[in-house]
């Protein structure tokens, strides 16, 4: 009796935690399948508004209009694979591209950076840079998502180099975040080798 027992005390906690844990896969499964569309829905809004702003273009705070807005001006450029090369953003009222928009991804401190980095038509100056997705030091590198960090980037020429933050600024310069030196210039790469990857792209068209 007390060899069942004991077996009894050594088995039971096994299968009580193999139950909960299928309940809770269950429960994840049902709220995944519930929500996945809705999770879509959300990364492809975030998108269309990144290629928006980095492309210049006053961000409306109302999602359809946003929508609205992106279907109207924005063609995606795709390869024979279906993957968009880059976005060509036209005018409000005209048939023409005034500015261009590629998705960059970079190496930064904790895992990949993916900017979207908009171009004025002739290729030679930014639009705006908007961070898609990062996983840099919150209150450092994480900076990089800051308005007052991508907002600098509007106009200015590259190659791009990097002064103190604070510091005044010159056309193919921008502000460094203290503290973020890694981060900073994973920003800076992926911006300065944005333009190639454009002219390559789309320089020929």
Do not use: C, H
């Amino acid at each position: 009796m007390k060899k069942e027992s004991l077996a009894k005390r050594r088995v039971f906690p096994v299968v009580f935690m193999l139950a909960i844990t299928l309940v809770f896969i269950s429960i994840t499964t049902v709220i995944y399948t519930y929500t996945k569309d809705q999770i879509a829905l959300n990364e492809r809004l975030r998108l269309k508004q990144a290629v928006l702003y980095s492309a210049g273009v006053p961000l409306p705070d109302n999602p359809v209009e946003i929508e609205r807005i992106y279907d109207e001006r924005v063609n995606e450029v795709k390869d024979d694979t279906g993957l968009v090369k880059y976005f060509a953003v036209k005018s409000p009222d005209s048939q023409y591209v005034q500015s261009y928009v590629v998705l960059r991804t970079g190496a930064g401190l904790w895992g990949e950076i993916t900017a979207a980095v908009g171009f004025n038509k002739e290729l030679t100056n930014f639009t705006g840079l908007e961070v898609l997705a990062q996983n840099e030091t919150p209150g450092l590198g994480g900076r990089i998502g800051e308005a007052w960090f991508k907002e600098q980037f509007q106009g200015k020429r590259p190659p791009l180099t990097t002064v103190p933050e604070g510091d005044p600024t010159g056309d193919n310069q921008f502000q460094a975040i203290t503290g973020a030196s890694y981060s900073t210039a994973a920003i800076k790469d992926i911006m300065n080798k944005s333009q190639e990857y454009a002219r390559m792209e789309i320089g020929g068209q």
